[in-house]
């Protein structure tokens, strides 16, 4: 968003662990999307509805949509064929190759490798692993570690209303430059 990229993805507004996206990528994202996986619950003091996954525990998505002012029905369905519509292009995007995939979080490094081959197994595609810097890794820097490149941050973002930074923008960039010339 800082530098004017609006990706539209399936995971754009979502939190999913690891374990759950080498499961859904080796299985060409199957359940995610049916009606009888996708549910609603309500969160925080404004009451925005999030889109849950019965199959993916670890899976929750922002709907922009709230208690109070949008019916629920018409919000699950509406998420229901977003994500269908959203599976399909990740899968057909996967397939042309040349995609750039990015996980932020913690996460064992031999599941990443997994996860990095899954995405390569698609297309010409490659993985980025952001973390939190560490002893021997600076913010914003890159290093290549088992066929997957991993990024470091300083802090992954600050989710608060009317607070700034929210996000480390020039590491992200710093990482990104780099990371595309490893590629």
């Known amino acids: 968003r800082a530098v004017g990229i ?16 080498n499961h859904l990528l080796r299985t060409q994202l199957e359940h995610i999307g049916e009606p009888e996986d996708l549910w609603l619950e309500e969160i925080g003091p404004r009451g925005e509805y999030r889109v849950k996954s019965r199959r993916y525990s670890s899976y929750t998505s922002h709907t922009g949509r709230f208690a109070g002012k949008d019916d629920p029905d018409v919000v699950r369905t509406a998420q229901i064929e977003m994500t269908r519509f959203l599976k399909t292009k990740l899968l057909r995007d996967l397939a042309s190759g040349g995609r750039f ?55 992954y973002g600050i989710y608060e209303p009317y607070r700034t930074p929210r996000v480390p923008i020039e590491e992200w960039l710093r990482i990104c430059t780099a990371a595309f010339r490893l590629w």
């Open 101 to 155: 995939c990015v996980f932020r979080g913690p996460a064992d490094l031999n599941l990443m490798v997994r996860i990095r081959n899954a995405v390569r197994a698609r297309g010409d595609n490659e993985l980025l692993w952001i973390r939190l810097a560490e002893k021997g890794a600076a913010p914003g820097t890159v290093r290549l570690v088992d066929g997957v490149i991993e990024g470091f941050v300083s802090r």
């Open 6 to 21: 609006e990706p539209f993805g399936l995971f754009r507004f979502a939190g999913l662990k690891p374990l759950d996206v």
